[in-house]
C-alpha cells in the first residue's frame, strides 16, 4: 500500500529565514506530486504541482519554490521567509490513471514565522 | 463568486440525527467531485468520491446534480465520532498531462452532540 511522509511535522523559524520542507512517497510510481498551504481557518491553497522529476508548476506567485530530485521526493523550499509564510503545509499525491483523481494527503507541517 | 462554495457551519447535531451538506460549483466542465473529511490539526482524508450522479458508502451517501451544479452530502445516524470539517472538492474541467488539478471548498464544520 501506498504511504507518504512529511517532516518535520512542526517547524517555528523567525522571519528571513531559510526554509526546506520534504515530502516521499512510497509504495507507487511516477505519481503527480503537490504541496498545499492551509492558513489558520482557510481553505487549501495549491503551490505547487509535479508530474515527473524536475517538472514544477507553480499556481501562486511567492517566495516559495519546490524541487523535485527523485520520483517519490518533493521538496518545498524559502530562501527568506515572511510572517505570512505561516501556516500548514501538506503534500499529496495521485496517480491519475484510467480516469481516477483522488489525492492523498500526508500528515502536514505546520509551521509558525515568528 | 468562489470556484466552490460551502456553508462554513457549524452544523450542531444529536447523536442519531441526519445532516446535509450542499456544495455549489461554478465550473460546469467540471467532471469528478470529492468529500473529504478533515478532523482538527490533521491532514485532509478522502471520504468518498463522486463520478456520476452519486455514491452511497455505509451512513454515507453524496449525490451530484450537474444542471443546478451543486453536490450533497447526507449523514445518516451521526456518530460523535462524525465530527469534522467536511470539504467539498472539485476536479477542474481541464485535466491533462499537466496534473489533475482540484480545487477545494472552505468545509463545513459538524459538530456531533451527545
Known amino acids: 500500500s501506498q504511504t507518504i511522509h512529511q517532516w518535520p511535522a512542526t517547524l517555528v523559524q523567525p522571519v528571513g529565514s531559510p526554509l526546506s520542507l520534504e515530502c516521499t512517497v512510497e509504495?507507487?510510481?511516477?505519481?503527480?506530486l503537490y504541496w498545499y498551504r492551509q492558513a489558520a481557518g482557510r481553505g487549501l491553497q495549491l503551490l505547487f504541482y509535479?508530474?515527473?522529476?524536475?517538472?514544477i508548476s507553480s499556481e501562486v506567485p511567492q517566495n516559495l519554490s519546490a524541487s523535485r530530485p527523485q520520483d517519490r521526493q518533493f521538496i518545498l523550499s524559502s530562501k527568506k521567509l515572511l510572517l505570512s509564510d505561516s501556516g500548514f503545509y501538506l503534500c499529496?499525491?495521485?496517480?491519475?490513471?484510467?480516469?481516477?483523481?483522488?489525492?492523498?494527503f500526508g500528515p502536514g507541517t505546520r509551521l509558525t514565522v515568528t | 463568486r468562489k470556484e466552490v462554495e460551502q456553508d462554513p457551519g457549524p452544523f450542531n447535531v444529536p447523536e442519531g440525527a441526519t445532516v446535509a451538506f450542499n456544495c455549489t460549483y461554478s465550473?460546469?466542465?467540471?467532471?469528478?467531485f470529492f468529500w473529504y473529511r478533515q478532523d482538527c490539526r490533521k491532514e485532509p482524508k478522502l471520504l468518498m468520491s463522486?463520478?456520476?450522479s452519486g455514491n452511497e458508502d455505509g451512513r454515507f451517501t453524496a449525490q451530484l446534480n450537474r444542471a443546478s451544479q451543486y453536490i450533497s452530502l447526507l449523514i445518516r445516524d451521526s456518530k460523535l465520532s462524525d465530527s469534522a470539517t467536511y470539504l467539498c472538492?472539485?476536479?477542474?474541467?481541464?485535466?491533462?498531462?499537466?496534473?489533475?488539478?482540484?480545487?477545494f471548498g472552505g468545509g463545513t464544520r459538524l459538530m456531533v452532540k451527545p
Open positions: 472538492v472539485v476536479l477542474g474541467g481541464v485535466v491533462d498531462n499537466a496534473g489533475n488539478m482540484l480545487t
Open positions: 509504495g507507487t510510481s511516477n505519481p503527480n
Open positions: 463522486v463520478y456520476s
Open positions: 499529496a499525491w495521485s496517480v491519475p490513471e484510467e480516469g481516477y483523481y483522488e489525492q492523498y
Open positions: 509535479s508530474v515527473g522529476i524536475g517538472q
Open positions: 465550473n460546469s466542465a467540471s467532471q469528478s
